[in-house]
Structures are given as C-alpha cells and as structure tokens.
T-cell receptor, first 111, second 115 residues
Framework: TQLLEQSPQFLSIQEGENLTVYCNSSSVFSSLQWYRQEPGEGPVLLVTVVTGGEVKKLKRLTFQFGDARKDSSLHITAAQPGDTGLYLCAGGLSTASKLTFGTGTRLQVTL | NAGVTQTPKFRVLKTGQSMTLLCAQDMNHEYMYWYRQDPGMGLRLIHYSVGEGTTAKGEVPDGYNVSRLKKQNFLLGLESAAPSQTSVYFC??????????????FGSGTRLTVV
C-alpha cells in the first residue's frame, strides 16, 4: 500500500510570507498531483507533474517532483488570504486506476 | 462545461432510510469515483468504475452500492442509512495518459446527515 505523508498538517501565516508544503512517500509514483480545496467545495486540481526533477510554476505557486519520484513540494511566494484552504497531494501509478491521496495540509493566511 | 455535477447538495436521512446520490460528468471520462471526506480522516475511496458497466470496491465499501449504466453517470446508493454514514460525499472523474491517471475533476459534494 502506497502512503503519502504531508507536512506540516496545519500552517497559519500572515499575508506576504513564504511557505513550503511537503509530500513524502516510500513508494515511487509515475505522476503526482496537487489539489486545493476551499470550504464547502470539492478539491480542484492545480498541477500534475510526471518527470523526476520536474518543476512547474503557477503564478506564485511552484511545484517540484523529486528526482526519485517519491516526493514533491509546493512552495507559495508572498501568500495571500485567497491561498487559504486544504492542500492535497496525490500520487498515481501507470498501472493503477485510482490515486493515492496525502493526509492534507490546512493553510490559513491572515491579513 | 459543467464538469462533474452532484445531486443533491444536502440531505438529511433518518436511520434505516435509503437514498441514491447521482454523479454526472460531461467530459467523456472513462474513470469515475466516489469518496467520503470526514474530519481528520481525509478522502476515503468508497467505490470506483473504470468504464461503463464496471464497478470495483474501494477501501470503505460496506453499506454502499454503485452502478454505472451509462458512461456519464455514476450512482451511489445507501441501502439502510446509519449515523456512521454522516459525511461529505465527493464524486470525481478522470482521464488517463501513458503514465497513468492525469488528475481528478471533483464535484462540489453532497453533505449527508443521518439522524
């Protein structure tokens, strides 16, 4: 069974600060996705990374897939209150028909 | 594009009642899923389907049944609701690529309370 551990579990920061969320596993994944979930809504896909060492940027968000494809990080620059939410990573295998979800990181950004 | 639509959005059931949650997607995705999300438990997979007419059990299938008679629809049934089934239910669909599943598109959820 593949497990994805996210850290930290909770993060409360002020607007303008930078932060990094980590997603770690002992298993190798063929793809890694990041989602953001706002209260009362379903998770929304932010990015999919598929190559070891790959870096993708989405405005102030930077996503990296580890070289060994066992871990990933999400870095947010100059956080804003609109970044508040639950961040989930999810790993996929080329032979699997479902994703393995991480434990989640709840981020709160205050003014 | 509506994406994934779940109905109803809210429901209150009495213990022992039955109900069906409907999920519809308009993206021609092959794969569809039902998850439940509870505080501190994360997303847990109930059942999933890799194509019309096929279904498979996830990690918490007991007390639920599913059907995928049409590619665009995935129904989740509760035969005899129990308070332990109070949760937020999410449907998702996905497409694939050579490396596996590209990513899920989730519905906005159904908040179910069983009293």
């Amino acid at each position: 069974t593949q497990l994805l551990e996210q850290s930290p579990q909770f993060l409360s920061i002020q607007e303008g600060e930078n932060l990094t969320v980590y997603c770690n596993s002992s298993s190798v994944f063929s793809s890694l996705q990041w989602y953001r979930q706002e209260p009362g809504e379903g998770p929304v896909l932010l990015v999919t990374v598929v190559t070891g060492g790959e870096v993708k940027k989405l405005k102030r968000l930077t996503f990296q897939f580890g070289d060994a494809r066992k871990d990933s990080s999400l870095h947010i620059t100059a956080a804003q209150p609109g970044d508040t939410g639950l961040y989930l990573c999810a790993g996929g295998l080329s032979t699997a028909s479902k994703l393995t979800f991480g434990t989640g990181t709840r981020l709160q950004v205050t003014l | 594009n509506a994406g994934v639509t779940q109905t109803p959005k809210f429901r209150v059931l009495k213990t022992g009642q039955s109900m069906t949650l409907l999920c519809a997607q308009d993206m021609n995705h092959e794969y569809m899923y039902w998850y439940r999300q509870d505080p501190g438990m994360g997303l847990r997979l109930i059942h999933y389907s890799v194509g019309e007419g096929t279904t498979a059990k996830g990690e918490v299938p007991d007390g639920y049944n599913v059907s995928r008679l049409k590619k665009q629809n995935f129904l989740l049934g509760l035969e005899s609701a129990a308070p332990s089934q109070t949760s937020v239910y999410f449907c998702a669909s996905s497409t694939t690529f050579s490396g596996g599943i590209y990513g899920y598109t989730f519905g906005s959820g159904t908040r179910l309370t069983v009293v």
